[in-house]
């Protein structure tokens, strides 16, 4: 067998093993079902107040909650719900073995550093995958089940009506524009794991840094607005473009290619250090 | 024939040096120790073997093959238990072996089996390692150092934590590893009466520097060590070493003499020629003198 | 002279009276036509034209029971005119109102009659109403002010289906546009500088009337 799958095979059994890994998918689940029953009974007085200026003005027709926009509504936990619960695995997963001893144990082993750190930003991304996936499908299930299917109404830059037969392509390009956006957070948390002996700087770390590039974005800085389309929590939000009624194609190449050079540049990083760093623990 | 190879090894950190300039060499068979008190390098010389820490400068070569950043194949041919064994607590011994098999590229699986049976866990081996007692630890590591069937085991104080029981099955298993298995061996440990016995040649480091390198029992012998003596006629005794102008002490109903070991067999003859009866001989002078010696 | 006087301003208002009441008679026979419909059901097809709301084309079935009751069946979700315009003309039309003659309009290439209605009762929802009547008695535009709603103007297009009703009606109408808060949206980038918020634009419904299924006939 090819090593490198060996070590990919061998990173996925350890995560597998590791009650931590299964807190992510715990958390969604609640989150969707929970958020999902909250709207069950309490959506229509929040959809009313979202709305109440088109009730002035049209007669409604049709149904407004439904799969769709469940689904639209739990993709806004991309940005710092998920990547939160990402950094809970990628985060450890040299930082661990650093702390528990055991990366002192594989480095023994004959396979290149670079291997080594490659097969562990690939469980990384695996991981964030499964936990997308688990994501959109939990919410496409249980939405299903509890509201049916229906018309897309999102209230961005205006309202944009998407049919229901026009919503499937466009989810599939949202969910994997919030992957490639948490593959940078993953890749973050994974380079900052390979500077620290320490499990729980790198978790801290990378959400810290989300939070503080959050608040400042929110917050919108004129100060900082010349930057603020390079840093990278600002395309967290990127996989909305897809719900444009007219995709920007430029706008998401941009946040595509932008992503891109994050993903590889953290990981660079964090694979140069770990092939030069003494292991003293 | 050498197996090991480290010339002018150095490691520079950014405050202090670790280890400076160290030149020895580990043939094959050998059961080597590797001594100096805390902080002399001797972890680090190891780790620099092993490729977890890089040198400064200086050139280490594991058959023949230069130990460098990307050239890892030499580690098929070694294994290490470095500092205190971490295995991955959540897992059993036998998955901690199984995921380091794989590392290993290990295709036998029943070599798991074998090697802990070797160690002696064979029961335990579907119990999780976070329930493990020091020992048994330990043992496990060694058992994951001889899982590839290395040529070289490198172990860096393989009885710490252990009660005296468990160091002597740690030492005998190393014995046995060596003869049984023809397993060449690097050992790095405080415990200096356990490389008296197991280790045929050594090198003592201090400050991250050489200070001795060869055979244990030659080093011993070229030093002097105390012998006492117990005697029925202890002032027949002082006088007749004062006759041959050997220095002595007088200690109870002892007499201290300071002798090469190669000469105690004179000694206790010219005792009885005599007409002097021996009760006791005994060495007193052991590899802790001369390690306090050659560290001061 | 004071006898011409006299005679004079009886012909000015019994010409103003006739002119009234024959304005009146128009309407009332509209809301007659309004009133006679039968029930029925069509395909409808909708498109809406507002400048902050993008959809494509909604399609789906009316149901249509009496002036008062309209309901829809959408493919998906669709926005529709806030008040139908068979129930606004009931309304107007059914209660006691003024009917003034306006100076003729040509609307589409068709000369219109301009009735202008002021309903009696304090109470109506709707302000004014005026109607532009073509020569075939058929309502081509109509507009009304209401208290609540604003003002909306509906222009209806003829072909050939039973009890004069429209194959396609154009409403337009003025829509606010109001920026929603980004913690309801999530739309975190939010409007750019130079986009004007709170700007009130024209908004246009356009429904196609097809596939008339009429009941009780």
Same mark, same amino acid.
């Given at each position: 067998?090819?090593?490198?799958?060996?070590?990919?095979?061998?990173?996925?059994?350890?995560?597998?093993?590791?009650?931590?890994?299964?807190?992510?998918?715990?958390?969604?689940?609640?989150?969707?079902?929970?958020?999902?029953?909250?709207?069950?009974?309490?959506?229509?007085?929040?959809?009313?107040?979202?709305?109440?200026?088109?009730?002035?003005?049209?007669?409604?027709?049709?149904?407004?909650?439904?799969?769709?926009?469940?689904?639209?509504?739990?993709?806004?936990?991309?940005?710092?719900?998920?990547?939160?619960?990402?950094?809970?695995?990628?985060?450890?997963?040299?930082?661990?073995?650093?702390?528990?001893?055991?990366?002192?144990?594989?480095?023994?082993?004959?396979?290149?550093?670079?291997?080594?750190?490659?097969?562990?930003?690939?469980?990384?991304?695996?991981?964030?995958?499964?936990?997308?996936?688990?994501?959109?499908?939990?919410?496409?299930?249980?939405?299903?089940?509890?509201?049916?299917?229906?018309?897309?109404?999102?209230?961005?830059?205006?309202?944009?009506?998407?049919?229901?037969?026009?919503?499937?392509?466009?989810?599939?390009?949202?969910?994997?524009?919030?992957?490639?956006?948490?593959?940078?957070?993953?890749?973050?948390?994974?380079?900052?794991?390979?500077?620290?002996?320490?499990?729980?700087?790198?978790?801290?770390?990378?959400?810290?840094?989300?939070?503080?590039?959050?608040?400042?974005?929110?917050?919108?800085?004129?100060?900082?607005?010349?930057?603020?389309?390079?840093?990278?929590?600002?395309?967290?939000?990127?996989?909305?473009?897809?719900?444009?009624?007219?995709?920007?194609?430029?706008?998401?190449?941009?946040?595509?290619?932008?992503?891109?050079?994050?993903?590889?540049?953290?990981?660079?990083?964090?694979?140069?250090?770990?092939?030069?760093?003494?292991?003293?623990? | 024939?050498?197996?090991?190879?480290?010339?002018?090894?150095?490691?520079?950190?950014?405050?202090?040096?670790?280890?400076?300039?160290?030149?020895?060499?580990?043939?094959?068979?050998?059961?080597?120790?590797?001594?100096?008190?805390?902080?002399?390098?001797?972890?680090?010389?190891?780790?620099?073997?092993?490729?977890?820490?890089?040198?400064?400068?200086?050139?280490?070569?594991?058959?023949?093959?230069?130990?460098?950043?990307?050239?890892?194949?030499?580690?098929?041919?070694?294994?290490?238990?470095?500092?205190?064994?971490?295995?991955?607590?959540?897992?059993?011994?036998?998955?901690?072996?199984?995921?380091?098999?794989?590392?290993?590229?290990?295709?036998?699986?029943?070599?798991?089996?074998?090697?802990?049976?070797?160690?002696?866990?064979?029961?335990?081996?579907?119990?999780?390692?976070?329930?493990?007692?020091?020992?048994?630890?330990?043992?496990?590591?060694?058992?994951?150092?001889?899982?590839?069937?290395?040529?070289?085991?490198?172990?860096?104080?393989?009885?710490?934590?252990?009660?005296?029981?468990?160091?002597?099955?740690?030492?005998?298993?190393?014995?046995?590893?060596?003869?049984?298995?023809?397993?060449?061996?690097?050992?790095?440990?405080?415990?200096?009466?356990?490389?008296?016995?197991?280790?045929?040649?050594?090198?003592?480091?201090?400050?991250?520097?050489?200070?001795?390198?060869?055979?244990?029992?030659?080093?011993?012998?070229?030093?002097?060590?105390?012998?006492?003596?117990?005697?029925?006629?202890?002032?027949?005794?002082?006088?007749?070493?004062?006759?041959?102008?050997?220095?002595?002490?007088?200690?109870?109903?002892?007499?201290?003499?300071?002798?090469?070991?190669?000469?105690?067999?004179?000694?206790?003859?010219?005792?009885?020629?005599?007409?002097?009866?021996?009760?006791?001989?005994?060495?007193?002078?052991?590899?802790?003198?001369?390690?306090?010696?050659?560290?001061? | 002279?004071?006898?011409? &006087?006299?005679?004079?301003? #009886?012909?000015? /208002? +019994? =010409?103003?009276?006739?002119?009234? $009441?024959?304005?009146?008679?128009? *309407?009332?026979?509209?809301?007659?036509?309004?009133?006679?419909?039968?029930?029925?059901?069509?395909?409808?097809?909708?498109?809406?034209?507002?400048?902050?709301?993008?959809?494509?084309?909604?399609?789906?079935?009316?149901?249509?029971?009496?002036?008062?009751?309209?309901?829809?069946?959408?493919?998906?979700?669709?926005? &529709?005119?806030?008040?139908? #315009?068979?129930? /606004? +003309? =009931?309304?107007?039309?059914?209660? $006691?109102?003024?009917?003034?003659? *306006?100076?003729?309009?040509?609307?589409?290439?068709?000369?219109?009659?301009?009735?202008?209605?002021?309903?009696?009762?304090?109470?109506?929802?709707?302000?004014?109403?005026?109607?532009?009547?073509?020569?075939?008695?058929?309502?081509?535009?109509?507009?009304?002010?209401?208290?609540?709603?604003?003002?909306?103007?509906?222009?209806?297009?003829?072909?050939?289906?039973?009890?004069?009703?429209?194959?396609?009606?154009?409403?337009?109408?003025?829509?606010?546009?109001?920026?929603?808060?980004?913690?309801?949206?999530?739309?975190?980038?939010?409007?750019?500088?130079?986009?004007?918020?709170?700007?009130?634009?024209?908004?246009?419904?356009?429904?196609?009337?097809?596939?008339?299924?009429?009941?009780?006939?």
């Amino acid at each position: 067998m090819d090593p490198m799958i060996s070590l990919i095979q061998i990173e996925l059994y350890k995560i597998l093993k590791r009650p931590r890994t299964y807190i992510g998918f715990l958390a969604i689940f609640i989150i969707v079902v929970g958020l999902q029953m909250a709207m069950y009974f309490e959506g229509e007085s929040l959809v009313t107040m979202g709305i109440q200026n088109l009730k002035n003005d049209f007669r409604l027709e049709g149904g407004i909650i439904n799969v769709n926009l469940m689904t639209y509504i739990l993709m806004n936990s991309l940005i710092i719900h998920i990547p939160i619960l990402i950094c809970l695995v990628t985060g450890d997963l040299i930082a661990g073995e650093a702390s528990s001893g055991t990366l002192r144990l594989i480095l023994q082993r004959p396979h290149s550093r670079s291997k080594i750190y490659l097969s562990k930003i690939i469980t990384g991304f695996v991981y964030s995958t499964a936990l997308i996936l688990f994501m959109g499908l939990t919410t496409y299930l249980s939405g299903l089940l509890l509201f049916g299917n229906g018309d897309l109404i999102v209230l961005r830059r205006g309202v944009n009506v998407f049919s229901a037969d026009d919503v499937f392509w466009r989810f599939t390009g949202a969910f994997s524009m919030g992957l490639l956006s948490m593959i940078v957070v993953a890749s973050l948390s994974l380079m900052i794991s390979s500077f620290v002996r320490n499990a729980i700087v790198p978790i801290v770390g990378t959400i810290s840094v989300i939070i503080v590039l959050n608040i400042i974005f929110t917050l919108g800085a004129n100060f900082f607005e010349p930057i603020l389309p390079y840093v990278f929590t600002t395309h967290f939000i990127k996989w909305q473009y897809f719900f444009d009624f007219d995709l920007n194609y430029n706008a998401i190449y941009k946040a595509i290619g932008i992503q891109l050079a994050y993903i590889i540049t953290f990981n660079a990083i964090g694979l140069i250090h770990f092939k030069n760093k003494d292991i003293l623990s | 024939m050498s197996l090991l190879i480290s010339t002018n090894l150095t490691k520079k950190f950014s405050d202090f040096t670790a280890v400076n300039d160290l030149t020895f060499n580990v043939n094959r068979g050998d059961v080597y120790g590797f001594l100096g008190p805390n902080g002399a390098g001797k972890s680090t010389s190891l780790r620099m073997v092993l490729g977890l820490i890089h040198p400064t400068s200086g050139t280490v070569k594991v058959n023949n093959q230069t130990v460098n950043k990307t050239n890892r194949n030499y580690l098929s041919s070694i294994g290490a238990l470095i500092e205190r064994p971490d295995f991955y607590t959540n897992l059993s011994a036998y998955d901690n072996l199984k995921i380091l098999a794989k590392f290993s590229n290990l295709k036998n699986k029943k070599r798991i089996n074998e090697v802990l049976e070797e160690v002696g866990l064979l029961k335990k081996a579907n119990v999780k390692v976070g329930s493990f007692s020091q020992g048994m630890k330990q043992r496990l590591g060694i058992a994951q150092a001889l899982l590839h069937q290395p040529e070289l085991i490198i172990l860096d104080e393989p009885s710490n934590g252990l009660d005296p029981q468990g160091q002597i099955d740690m030492r005998k298993l190393i014995q046995r590893i060596n003869s049984d298995l023809g397993i060449t061996i690097i050992i790095s440990s405080h415990i200096l009466s356990e490389i008296e016995q197991i280790a045929n040649r050594m090198i003592v480091i201090n400050n991250g520097e050489k200070i001795v390198e060869g055979d244990v029992k030659q080093l011993m012998n070229s030093e002097q060590m105390k012998v006492r003596i117990k005697v029925n006629q202890l002032n027949s005794l002082k006088e007749l070493l004062k006759t041959k102008a050997l220095s002595f002490d007088t200690y109870d109903e002892f007499v201290i003499v300071k002798l090469k070991e190669n000469e105690i067999s004179s000694l206790v003859n010219l005792i009885t020629d005599n007409n002097i009866s021996v009760q006791e001989v005994r060495q007193l002078r052991t590899l802790e003198e001369l390690f306090l010696k050659w560290t001061q | 002279m004071k006898i011409y &006087l006299l005679f004079f301003w #009886l012909l000015i /208002s +019994s =010409s103003l009276i006739g002119q009234s $009441d024959s304005a009146k008679s128009v *309407m009332l026979s509209i809301l007659n036509s309004i009133e006679k419909t039968p029930a029925y059901e069509c395909d409808v097809k909708i498109i809406l034209d507002v400048k902050f709301i993008k959809m494509k084309e909604r399609f789906g079935r009316m149901f249509y029971t009496s002036s008062n009751k309209v309901d829809y069946k959408i493919k998906g979700f669709a926005f &529709l005119p806030k008040k139908e #315009l068979t129930s /606004s +003309s =009931s309304e107007l039309l059914k209660k $006691d109102f003024i009917a003034i003659s *306006m100076p003729y309009q040509t609307i589409r290439e068709q000369k219109c009659s301009v009735i202008k209605v002021i309903p009696m009762d304090l109470e109506s929802t709707i302000v004014t109403g005026q109607f532009w009547i073509n020569n075939k008695n058929q309502i081509s535009r109509m507009t009304f002010i209401t208290k609540e709603n604003g003002a909306f103007t509906a222009d209806l297009f003829y072909g050939n289906i039973k009890f004069d009703l429209p194959k396609k009606l154009i409403v337009s109408f003025n829509v606010k546009d109001q920026k929603l808060p980004a913690l309801i949206t999530g739309d975190l980038e939010g409007y750019s500088s130079d986009e004007s918020f709170e700007e009130v634009s024209k908004g246009i419904i356009e429904i196609n009337y097809s596939n008339h299924l009429f009941k009780n006939l």
